[in-house]
């Protein structure tokens, strides 16, 4: 269950998440806002995703989403950008 901050989050970014039903939005797991914002959001998406849930959580939830699976739908300029950042910035 998200909470009403993520949820109202989601409502400002409704536009990143446009195949996913309006009634659903307000649902969508941390994992998929993850992905979705660190794929497709600006600078000040990303920071406003770090102060709402965390920068070790994004990161923890990053690490497991390029480390866990087979196919990993970040793109790759992404995925070394945040690898190098997370290195960095959380720990």
Known sequence: ???PE???FIKEHGYLFWYT???KKEDIS???LVETILNFG???DVKHLFDLIGIKQVAGIFYKQTRDRKRINYFPQVVNFFN???KKNAR
């Open 1 to 3: 269950m998200n909470s």
């Open 6 to 8: 993520i949820k109202e």
């Open 21 to 23: 039903p309006e009634d």
């Open 30 to 32: 941390q994992e998929f």
């Open 42 to 44: 600006n600078e000040h």
């Open 84 to 86: 190098l950042y997370f």
